[in-house]
């Protein structure tokens, strides 16, 4: 059989490679999640991570890219090669890790800033980014989540990134985070530095972490590798300046360079919205030279950039490839995650954005003609409603990754609505329609909404921290699978002799052959292998006398209920008796 030849762009959406390949998206979801990279239908891959996908499938396909595409491509840009008219650039450094491991506290201790007390719960929640200078020369920095919730944020992290520093604690050591950062970094083809924090502490072992790294084909220049190591403590301050040294040599070697003479382009790495602002985009610049005035696009937003900043909130005129900014203006909130790229004017934007709007209501229809299938085939299936608020896209994206996450073949999620900001009167009349529960992401609530959401009994639940929200909606939906029920195998009794037969219940006796039997277990009559009846007791005697249970060895006489069943039991049939626990289950 011959191979299927695709031509595609380099960034294609899972919803729309699963049309192209036809395929299940819920397929395409579950093999991208055995191999740690949660997304969702309206996810981008890149075209490599499609073919693997497609391999892994044992699709006969390939996929090209476009012709000329890769020099359009944002993620394409940084591994391709530079012209002649490229300028050297700063590198882009991710920090990531398993939680609580340092990541922010070394970027503090970096940019001198004190973020990690402002954190709920002790973990980074947002992407952020910023510059630092250290001997005269630029580093961005990309501070990236570190719980598991957060998934898609680390992924596109690694992609936007030169240098990933990967930071493991000498007293933990690497665990599953560290791992799947380790993954992303790898896939996005990134150079990888190893930070070991917290070298100060009691019970700090380094030479455990480099064998650790070994095992996860991670070999550091001191053992013969290419991977350099840095010892370091967050807190004091120790080994800091020689890794921001190791950062810029590994960029020196790396030849890091950008195209300013062509369009402004670059990645979406946040997005909020801002009382009297609107729109607030966090934005990273790859290529070109991005400009208060000029008409950008970015996913199905457009606009025209009213004011640019820097991460510091000062106003700039422009910004340069490898610098981080935000720009006010754009018509609506960009997705996080999105492509943004300068056009002509408005005419333009507008063009290419109601294309993206048609791709985008095709996936949406797969993701819902998905459900719709999966509870059509499984008439057990149980869902719940829910709406979701957040502030910021990035949060949006990782909350209702984590919560599809959660489905399985019994109990699912049915996201009616999902938006930046605080709750509003529409939010309210949307849930109140659809027997939704509001779940909320670090937002604020004003108690005009929570007075309306409780005289119209409209449950609103507001988090600070995404574990808690995740284990709250977990709580809810192993409240809708069906309980396990675990039997325990009691006694058995051969059946002896048959006294009377009506139409409710058979009179018999027989001798307990093992364990013992009770009153309330349940039963069962087998004669041979096959099986007579399933049914429980209306009586036992001992003699003439009524008891509640009956030893091994012992005679007994028993009242089997038939409840109008036509059934007949023998002389020698045997009767086992059980019990039966009922078990909640959880997810």
């Known amino acids: 059989m011959s191979e299927t030849v695709i031509t595609t762009s380099s960034m294609i959406t899972v919803g729309g490679l699963a049309d192209i390949v036809h395929r299940p998206v819920s397929q395409l979801i579950t093999e991208l999640m055995k191999n740690g990279i949660m997304a969702t239908v309206n996810e981008k891959i890149d075209i490599d991570t499609a073919q693997i996908l497609i391999n892994e499938l044992g699709l006969d396909i390939k996929l090209n890219q476009k012709i000329n595409e890769e020099s359009q491509s944002v993620v394409g840009l ?8 490229g300028i050297e650039r700063p590198p882009i450094v991710a920090v990531m890790g398993h939680v609580d491991h340092g990541k922010t506290s070394l970027l503090d201790n970096i940019r001198s800033t004190n973020v990690v007390k402002k954190e709920a719960g002790g973990i980074t929640q947002h992407i952020s980014a910023y510059q630092v200078k250290h001997k005269d020369k630029l580093i961005t920095f990309l501070d990236t989540p570190g719980h598991e919730a957060f998934s898609a944020i680390r992924q596109h992290g ?3 990134t030169d240098i990933v520093i990967i930071v493991i604690a000498a007293d933990d050591g690497i665990k599953p985070q560290t791992i799947e950062a380790l993954k992303f970094a790898k896939q996005a083809q990134s150079k990888i530095i190893i930070a070991i924090n917290k070298i100060d502490k009691e019970g700090a072992d380094v030479v455990k972490i480099k064998q650790q790294l070994a095992d996860q084909d991670i070999l550091i220049e001191e053992w013969g590798g290419e991977t350099v190591l840095v010892e370091i403590s967050a807190k004091t301050g120790q080994g800091i300046d020689k890794l ?13 360079k950008a195209d300013i003479k062509s369009l402004a382009s670059g990645l979406i790495i946040e997005a909020h919205l801002e009382t009297g602002r609107g729109p607030v985009v966090y934005g990273l610049v790859y290529q070109g030279i991005l ?5 950008i696009i970015a996913g199905q937003s457009y606009g025209k950039i009213r004011n640019l900043e820097n991460m510091d909130g000062q106003s700039i005129k422009e910004a340069y490839p490898s610098t981080p900014v ?6 609506i909130l960009p997705d996080f995650g999105d492509e943004f790229m300068l056009v002509k004017n408005e005419k333009e934007a507008k063009k290419i954005i109601n294309e993206a709007v048609s791709k985008d209501i095709i996936s949406q229809s797969i993701n819902s003609t998905e459900l ?4 059509d085939q499984n008439n057990s299936l149980k869902k719940i409603n829910i709406l979701i608020k957040a502030d910021v896209k990035g949060s949006l994206t990782s909350v209702i990754d984590s919560l599809k996450s959660l489905e399985t073949d019994e109990v699912a999620l049915s996201i009616v609505g999902s938006s930046i900001g605080s709750v509003n009167e529409n939010d309210l009349y949307l849930a109140k329609t659809t027997g939704s529960i509001i779940y909320g992401f670090n937002i604020n609530i004003g108690n005009n909404i929570l007075h309306q959401a409780q005289r119209d009994h409209i449950e609103i639940k507001n988090y600070k921290i995404i574990y808690e929200l995740i284990d709250d909606v977990k709580i809810r939906l192993s409240s809708l699978l069906n309980p396990e029920i675990i039997e325990k195998s009691v006694g058995e009794l051969q059946i002896k002799a048959i006294f009377s037969t009506t139409k409710n219940e058979i009179i018999c006796g027989g001798v307990v052959l093992s364990g013992k039997i009770n009153l309330n277990s349940l039963l069962r009559v087998r004669r041979g292998k096959d099986l007579i009846l399933e049914s429980k007791l209306n009586n036992l005697k001992r003699g003439q006398i009524n008891v509640k249970e009956v030893l091994e060895g012992e005679l007994c006489g028993l009242s089997i209920d038939i409840s109008n069943q036509k059934v007949e039991i023998l002389v020698d049939d045997r ?5 039966q626990d009922v078990v909640e289950r959880s997810l």
């Open 78 to 85: 940084k591994k391709s090669a530079i012209n002649n008219d």
């Open 158 to 160: 690694a992609r936007l």
């Open 244 to 256: 921001l040294d190791m950062i810029l040599l590994v960029a020196e070697l790396e030849e890091l």
């Open 291 to 295: 400009k208060i005035n000029d008409f």
């Open 326 to 331: 935000k720009i006010v203006g754009l018509k």
């Open 372 to 375: 719709i299938r999966r509870i």
């Open 575 to 579: 009767v086992e008796f059980y019990d």
